[in-house]
C-alpha cells in the first residue's frame, strides 16, 4: 500500500481515488504540501490526469448517486483535516452499497462525510445573505474569510441576482477569487491585500447603513447571544454594520 500525494485540486484528488483502484492501493490521500514524510512509508506524488478525474466523477454519479458526488465535493470544499481520507473511505463503500450509502448514516466511514458535507452546505447558504458589496469604480467588490472553502458554492447564486453587474467575491483568507463580467464567472488568484477602488458615494453609503443599523433596534430588546449566533463574530470584520472603522 502506498500514499498518494496530489496538488489540492478536485481533480487532482479524483485522479488519486483512480489510482486506487486501478493501480497500487491506497494507505491514504494527502495535501504534497501538508505531507509528513516517513522513511517507513511509501509515498507517490501525482499529477491530476482530466480523463481519469473524469472517469471516476462520472462513476460516482452513476454508480453510487448525484447526491454522493455533491457531498464528496463539498467535503472536499472543507477545512476538515483529513477530508482527503474521509472521501476515500466514503467512496469505498459506496461504490460496494451504491445510492443506499447514505442510509447509512452511522457508519464511520458514512456520518464523518454527511456532517463536513452539512457544515459547508450551510455555512454558503449564510454566506448568501452576510455578503456585503461596496462599490468600486467599474465592479461590485465583496470580501470574506470563510471556514471552508465556499465560494464557488456562491458564484452561481450571485451571477444571477446580480447579472447585470460586473463583481468580485473575494476569499481574503485563501487568496481566491470569483470574477463576474456579466456573461461568466471564474475563479482565480487575488491577493488578500490586493488595493480596490471604490467610488466616493461608496463610504457615504457605509455611514448611513452603519447608522440605521445602529439606531433601528430597541436597546432593551436586543439579544447579542441571538445575534451572534446567526453571526459569528469571526465573520464581522467583513460586514460593514459591525466594522468600527467607519465614523459616525
Known amino acids: 500500500m502506498v500514499d498518494y500525494l496530489y496538488n489540492g485540486s478536485f481533480e487532482g484528488l479524483l485522479t488519486a481515488i483512480y489510482y486506487n483502484y486501478y493501480g497500487e492501493k491506497a494507505e491514504g490521500i494527502y495535501h504534497k504540501d ?27 454519479e452513476r454508480k453510487i448517486s448525484a447526491e454522493a458526488l455533491r457531498q464528496v465535493y463539498y467535503v472536499y470544499l472543507s477545512n476538515h483535516p483529513n477530508k482527503e481520507n474521509l472521501i476515500l473511505r ?60 465556499i465560494i464557488v458554492l456562491l458564484a452561481d447564486h450571485f451571477a444571477d441576482r446580480l447579472a447585470n ?27 488578500k491585500d490586493v488595493k480596490i477602488d471604490f467610488t466616493g458615494n461608496e463610504a457615504f453609503y457605509q455611514q448611513l447603513w452603519q447608522k ?20 459569528p463574530h469571526r465573520y464581522r470584520k467583513n460586514l460593514i454594520e459591525f466594522r468600527p472603522d467607519i465614523p459616525e
Not at 514524510?37 to 471516476?56: F, H, I, M, R
Open 212 to 231: 440605521y443599523f445602529n439606531h433601528m433596534g430597541i436597546d432593551s430588546r436586543k439579544n447579542k447571544k441571538l445575534q451572534a449566533h446567526f453571526v
Open 165 to 191: 453587474e460586473n463583481f468580485i467575491i473575494h476569499d481574503k483568507r485563501r487568496n481566491i477569487a470569483i470574477i463576474y463580467n456579466r456573461k461568466e464567472w471564474f475563479l482565480t488568484d487575488l491577493p
Open 90 to 149: 466514503y467512496l469505498e463503500l459506496g461504490f460496494k452499497l451504491g445510492a443506499k450509502i447514505n442510509d447509512y448514516y452511522t457508519h464511520p466511514a458514512v456520518l464523518p462525510v454527511l456532517k463536513t458535507a452539512k457544515k459547508v452546505s450551510f455555512e454558503a447558504h449564510r454566506f448568501l445573505g452576510l455578503l456585503r458589496f461596496a462599490e468600486a469604480r467599474n465592479f461590485l467588490y465583496a470580501a470574506l474569510e470563510p471556514d471552508n472553502n
Open 34 to 60: 501538508h505531507y509528513q514524510y516517513s522513511l517507513t512509508t511509501e509515498y507517490k506524488s501525482l499529477e491530476g490526469d482530466p480523463e481519469l478525474a473524469a472517469k471516476v466523477y462520472e462513476a460516482i
